[in-house]
């Protein structure tokens, strides 16, 4: 069995899709002949936590860990509220900003590069230097974000260069949404630029998860890319009956500009107009929601349907995508957030209820849904289609005939990605 060390920042008991996608590689690898070791940080400050994923890590997979400096245990002297919010990726918008979160934005942004997880790369190279030697490790995986992991990986290169690296972005790095935010100069900017490079043109390999982010990285580097996208786990236990109301559901976490307000209106408008439809009608939002999008809600008239289930663990949250009627999808309405793929879309795939995806144009999602037939796309200006499409459902729901039939949904099963994962490793 080919040996490979899989450094990662986020592992059990964090919680979040990031974790999911190593956390099951690891699971399914040496069903194709390789041996997974995971380096991970003994210490880390994670902003959310899943028990429940403790239970998926395999009994014999090798684990070493390293402690880690986290600048986040420093700031929360200064304000633990802002600096949890900032760490789950939380950043209020500029008028709202108090002086202290602009301090802290600006700090994180400019002092921290690439991240404030850079104290872990001299003292990891050190480590796993010694570790490779001894192991015979010929195979270093990096996952990011956070992207000093990458930086890791291109330190132990320079020292074991017949290693094989591979670099997988679970994010893009320089044009990801909230890049912009960080309050960067343009010299901290360059540098980020500097380092993506780097790191782009270095690596033997890259994976990415999404469609454009594979065309992005295209232009920046002569290296094989491939697209391995995050998946669903058939092993994956499910303990749910669908809901008896019609149910709009979100699964995960809502951020300030996933605003769809043409969907608020839509809604608001068949309580109003559509018999029976507000006897029925429950929005379910599952995970960290921003009070702008519950405000944004409220003013549109929905308070009274709206139902806040806060945060979950994964198996919670898989078992509410099964229960509800309607699983929605959001992005934000911009150019950079196209190649966005959230990993929930495929376990919605699982489910078998119909998906309403609202994002911007030419979203990697709308191909996804499209070619499965799990649901329907919409941008931010289609209210008109996207109100009939919800009506239609609800007729639907009303005769008990709400549900998709997914075709080839099995080339995002967990077992077939590790498959394609394997390959790269092994050739």
Not at 161 to 185: M, S, V
């Amino acid at each position: 069995m080919k040996k490979v060390l899989i450094i990662t920042y986020y592992w059990p008991p964090a919680g979040g899709p990031g974790v999911q996608r190593w956390l099951k590689f690891s699971k399914y690898l040496p069903e194709y002949g390789v041996e997974p070791m995971i380096y991970k940080p003994k210490n880390p400050s994670y902003p959310t936590l899943d028990h429940t994923l403790t239970r998926e890590v395999p009994y014999d997979l090798n684990i070493v860990q390293k402690s880690i400096f986290e600048p986040y245990s420093l700031a929360q002297m200064l304000s633990k509220k802002d600096t949890k919010t900032l760490s789950k990726g939380i950043i209020k918008s500029q008028e709202k900003q108090s002086k202290l979160q602009e301090l802290m934005l600006y700090i994180r942004g400019n002092f921290f590069i690439p991240d404030a997880r850079k104290f872990w790369i001299r003292p990891s190279v050190k480590v796993l230097s010694k570790l490779i030697a001894e192991q015979d490790i010929d195979c270093i995986i990096t996952t990011g974000p956070p992207h000093s992991l990458h930086l890791i990986g291109k330190g132990l290169k320079e020292k074991f260069p017949n290693c094989q690296w591979i670099a997988d972005f679970r994010d893009p790095w320089t044009t990801i949404g909230y890049h912009n935010e960080l309050k960067l100069t343009e010299k901290s900017a360059q540098k980020h630029r500097d380092l993506e490079e780097e790191i782009l043109k270095k690596a033997d390999e890259i994976l990415v998860t999404s469609f454009e982010t594979k065309a992005e990285f295209k232009t920046k580097t002569k290296q094989p890319i491939h697209l391995i996208t995050n998946g669903y786990d058939e092993s994956d236990p499910v303990e749910s009956e669908l809901d008896e109301n019609f149910t709009l559901a979100h699964i995960g976490s809502l951020m300030r500009k996933r605003n769809p307000e043409i969907l608020w209106q839509a809604l608001f408008e068949l309580v109003q107009e559509v018999d029976h439809f507000k006897s029925f009608f429950e929005l379910r939002l599952v995970g960290n929601v921003s009070e702008q999008i519950i405000e944004s809600i409220h003013a549109h008239g929905l308070k009274d349907y709206l139902n806040l289930a806060g945060y979950v663990d994964h198996q919670t949250a898989l078992n509410f995508q099964h229960s509800s009627q309607i699983l929605l999808l959001i992005e934000i309405d911009a150019e950079e957030t196209r190649g966005i793929i959230p990993g929930k879309v495929f376990e919605y795939l699982r489910t078998g209820r119909p998906i309403l995806a609202i994002g911007p144009e030419h979203w990697d999602v709308e191909q996804i849904i499209e070619k499965t037939q799990t649901g329907h796309c919409f941008n931010y200006t289609d209210k008109a289609n996207l109100k009939a499409m919800i009506h239609s459902c609800f007729k639907a729901f009303l005769n008990g005939k709400l549900k998709v039939n997914p075709k080839d949904i099995s080339q995002y099963s967990r077992q077939k990605l590790t498959e394609r994962l394997s390959k790269i490793i092994l050739d």
